[in-house]
């Protein structure tokens, strides 16, 4: 949350501090054993009425209860707790409206109601903002609150519940109390025990791309997981601004030793970030732990949670270093960390899968950095990773592997098996293709010469619309399971499309795996070098765009090489999947849609609809109108990240002129920020002729390409708009109109 420390100020006490031993400074161990044993200040517990919080639109009423601080640490008050269960009439209320109406979509379908109107009766507050000063100042002003000598006890069972989940918020605290950002920054967390939506939870991070969320814990004795209800940008907030990359260079020597634990160096060119104090604040998979690092050669503290131990469950978790004195913002630094621990697991049939494929190091978000790459290995393995090959050797039973990337890139990564390797020098490309040696021990024909030959049509295809990539060496290894997954110079291709498709098992053959296995996954890989690797995403919301792309991408590259029916026939199976989960929730949901609906639902709207919402933007831009605006995104976002918005007023641009809706806005509003998919009925023609729409909701707005015919015979298309509801069309006397072709548009009748 935070990204900065706190300044000690000696002021005029200077020279006589100088004649004295300095009190240390405070380090995280120490701030995090202060909140350990976090307590109420019996001095500092109130019975409050009409007290008033306003945090990212959210108003919170603490209308009559009692009102208790906790102790401070380091000098800060960071948490207080309001019960109204001493007190007769007590009484608490938050109100909260989303702004946007998926928005409010979403938290409906999880709290019943669009818009928080909920009494509570308890609540811990947790904060580093003015949350502290702002109640203080209120109870101050006014007389009728009461201080209480000794602190309920009902505040102290709210202080336990803080206990148990300090665990995931203190290494926020212990950043934003070392922080020289100003308080007014800070994050504030509440945990409300509501009357009818039960336990429930609150968070303000004013620095963050969505700086309110809201929504519960949920437990099981599998796992424990937060439900997100809603997040948004608060109306009034001012425009977000992503930070710049703060990484400009790796150099990472990795050992994977024979057991597959790994440990490594991380050497870092850094620039620090404004207001960092005497922190760096990093993310990496939890499963890895940070045992010593350094700053241009002194050692700093490292702040980390213990390392997850769990070879299925996985994911990013921050990290500090914390410096005794502090860092110059925009000062270049050079960081160092020793970590370690296991990311890489061997399947049954003898494969190895690498798990938090782009978190397998210290990172921050965005970085675009050069990489330079050594790893070390047992012998009898293979590497492959990003970058250039610089030598390869092995010594003493270790190979060593040296890559270096040729320009900036977003991800680094790496995979490693028994390989056996097919290679060409084509078209300005150094192909590599890896398959397991398992498959030649089983007595199958070696799939590599053929997906060696599909990758180079892909790529000769690509490079004629885009242009040539700035790398020069694309590498394809198999990972296990059904998906894959494309970095710079890297793809991970499903270890099912290595299978020739008489022998896959029986379960993933037909009309739609036969096509994602043989004919899409592939060309969707390899268009990610275009589509995620020079164009990416500025955050969550616009990563279906990149997914979109490289799905649409790959779906022009089979109705180039197989013809329109086969395109079509993809597109029949996506719009039969849209059907079924009408209301999912919008393709800008993302990630969030694996929480909320389920893998496949995101599946579906993401890649499914992601893909028909570009295959509709063709139809309005045009084959010609739609490639210009790829080479487009293509030079202006290159350096930089792409949001939904650049992306609509981007191809807003190339609207053909007589359209209506040429900014765009209400093609978003519907296809990307709503959700539904509309049913549409065709009546009478000329000026009696309506257009009904239902199935959506009232905001729903789309333009329709009618296949209109004149009284004399000329036919055009007709793009008309449709809201809910009935629309007349007032067409020309004697000209007839019927519904697009199926294969353009995602409707049903």
């Known amino acids: 949350m935070c990204r900065g420390c706190h300044i000690a100020i000696l002021g005029a006490f200077g020279l006589f501090a100088a004649s004295r031993a300095l009190p240390a400074p405070p380090t995280g161990a120490s701030i995090a054993a202060d909140i350990a044993g976090l307590s109420i200040d019996p001095h500092q517990s109130y019975h409050v009425y009409d007290l008033r919080l306003e945090r990212g639109g959210a108003s919170i009423y603490l209308t009559d209860g009692v009102l208790s601080f906790t102790a401070p640490v380091d000098g800060r008050i ?89 665990a995931q918020v203190n290494t926020d605290i212990v950043d934003d109390l070392l922080s020289a950002k100003k308080p007014a920054r800070g994050f504030f967390y509440a945990a409300m025990a509501g009357r009818t939506l039960g336990t429930f939870e609150f968070l303000y991070q004013p620095d ?47 050992t994977i030793h024979p057991d597959l634990s790994l440990s490594a160096r991380a050497v870092l060119t850094l620039t620090a970030p404004a207001d960092c104090g005497r922190v760096l604040r990093f993310e990496m998979s939890n499963r890895l732990q940070v045992s010593a690092a350094t700053v241009d050669g002194k050692a700093v503290e490292v702040f980390q949670r213990p390392a997850m131990h769990n070879s299925i469950s996985g994911g990013e978790s921050a990290f500090l270093l914390i410096s005794v004195t502090p860092f110059v913002p925009g000062a270049t630094y050079t960081v160092a960390l020793q970590y370690h621990g296991s990311v890489i697991r061997q399947m049954a049939d003898g494969s190895y899968a690498v798990a938090d494929r782009n978190t397998w190091y210290p990172f921050l978000t965005p970085t675009f950095a050069t990489f330079d ?147 899409l996954l592939l060309p969707h890989e390899v268009s990610h070098q275009w589509w995620g690797n020079i164009v990416r995403a500025g955050n969550y919301r616009s990563a279906w765009l990149i997914e979109a792309m490289a799905e649409d991408s790959a779906l022009q590259y089979v109705k180039r090489t197989q013809g329109s029916a086969a395109e079509n026939a993809v597109l029949a199976r996506y719009r039969a999947d849209l059907l079924k989960r009408r209301n999912g929730g919008p393709v800008d949901f993302g990630v969030r849609l694996l929480n909320t609906a389920g893998f496949s639902a995101w ?145 049903t009748q």
């Open 373 to 519: 790459l050594t790893f070390r290995c047992p012998a009898n393995l293979n590497l492959v990773s990003t970058g250039e090959l610089v030598s390869q050797t092995v010594q003493n039973g270790e190979r060593i592997v040296h890559r270096k990337t040729a320009v900036p890139e977003h991800v680094a990564g790496f995979n490693l098996g028994n390989y056996q390797v097919a290679r060409d020098q084509h078209s300005g490309y150094r192909i590599a293709c890896y398959a397991n040696t398992q498959m030649q021990e089983k007595g199958e024909d070696s799939p590599l010469p053929e997906i060696l030959k599909h990758t180079e049509n892909i790529l000769d295809d690509y490079t004629r619309l885009w242009g040539p990539l700035p790398i020069h060496n694309i590498a394809i290894s198999p990972v296990p399971g059904y998906f894959g997954q494309g970095f710079a110079g890297m793809i991970y291709l499903s270890s099912m499309s290595y299978v020739p498709l008489a022998r896959r098992p029986k379960a993933l053959r037909g009309p739609r795996q036969d096509a994602f296995f043989s004919d």
């Open 78 to 166: 960071i948490a207080a707790v309001f019960t109204s269960a001493e007190v007769e009439t007590g009484d608490a209320e938050i109100l909260l409206m989303p702004p946007r109406a998926s928005e409010r979509a979403s938290l409906a379908a999880f709290a019943k109601t669009p818009n928080v109107d909920e009494h509570f009766t308890s609540a811990l507050l947790v904060f580093t903002d003015n949350t502290a000063r702002q109640l203080q100042a209120q109870i101050q002003a006014n007389p009728f609150h009461k201080l209480l000598r000794r602190a309920p006890e009902a505040a102290q069972n709210v202080v336990a519940l803080f206990h148990n989940a300090s």
């Open 603 to 747: 599946e579906i709207i993401v890649y499914e609809k992601g893909a028909w919402i570009l295959h509709m933007l063709r139809g309005r831009l045009g084959d010609r109108g739609f490639h210009k605006m790829q080479l487009a995104m293509l030079s202006q976002y290159a350096a930089k990240p792409i949001s939904d918005e650049d992306f609509r007023r981007l191809a807003s641009k190339f609207v053909p002129a007589g359209q209506r809706d040429r900014s765009l806005t209400d093609f978003f509003d519907s296809w990307i920020y709503g959700t539904g998919i509309p049913t549409l009925h065709l009546h009478g023609a000329g000026p009696n002729a309506s257009l009904a729409m239902s199935g959506v909701d009232d905001e729903f707005t789309v333009e329709v390409p009618l296949a209109c015919r004149s009284r004399g015979g000329k036919s055009e298309t007709r793009w008309v708009r449709a809201d809910t509801g009935n629309n007349a069309l007032n067409l020309p006397r004697g000209e007839t109109c019927r519904l697009p072709s199926p294969s353009r548009f995602l409707y």
């Open 208 to 254: 963050q791309f969505e700086p309110v969320t809201l929504g519960r814990v949920i437990s099981s004795n599998v796992h424990t997981r937060f439900q997100l209800w809603t997040a948004f940008r608060p109306l009034h907030a001012p425009p977000y601004r992503p930070p710049p990359a703060e990484i400009s260079a790796y150099r990472l020597d990795t």
